[in-house]
């Protein structure tokens, strides 16, 4: 008894633009696979008849990442130096992460502590975090002041580090 031959399926032939994505992306360019990713979610909905424009896909792919927007998304992975202190002003736009949620805002104010290397910094938010992990309540917070270091990362009262708002962004 002969065994039926199993042939795999062909695979397309990758066109020169694709492959130039390829090498983009095997590069490690974070962007550049978010927005292969996004291409890909696109294409896998409209092979189930649901159409998403390409902004569409963008938006979804950042979201499902824990990111606002694909703005959002797109500027944390882009993020090469750290952020200071020093680089910190009233009026400048940040991005960042507040107990575990990734926010966008305006910094109101900063200013030291007694506590040397710790800072506390005043920001508004764009949108609204909620603080509380209940399902029973929230309790959401846009006005934030929090303490950071001179890396801008949280740190407690006395200066060792703890939960609280960071800044990873200016934009």
Not at 26 to 45: H, N, T, V
Not at 55 to 73: K, V
Request: hydrophobic share 35%; net charge positive; aromatic share 4%.
């Amino acid at each position: 008894m002969t065994q039926p031959v199993h042939n795999p399926p062909e695979k397309p032939e990758r066109t020169p633009v694709e492959l130039a994505d390829f090498a983009k992306i095997a590069s490690g360019d974070p962007a550049e696979m978010l927005k292969q990713q996004a291409k890909r979610l696109r294409k896998a909905l409209a092979s189930r008849k649901m159409t998403v424009s390409h902004t569409g896909s963008l938006e979804l792919l950042a979201q499902s990442h824990g990111f606002r927007d694909w703005n959002t998304a797109i500027a944390m992975t882009r993020k090469r130096e750290p952020v200071r202190i020093a680089d910190l002003g009233i009026g400048k736009r940040f991005a960042g992460s507040y107990l575990g949620h990734a926010v966008c805002g305006q910094i109101r104010g900063v200013t030291r502590t007694p506590v040397g290397g710790v800072y506390r910094i005043e920001v508004h938010l764009d949108q609204p975090v909620d603080v509380v992990t209940s399902e029973r309540f929230s309790a959401l917070r846009q006005r934030i002041a929090s303490r950071i270091n001179e890396d801008c990362e949280p740190v407690l009262a006395n200066g060792t580090r703890g939960p609280g708002l960071s800044v990873d962004l200016l934009l």
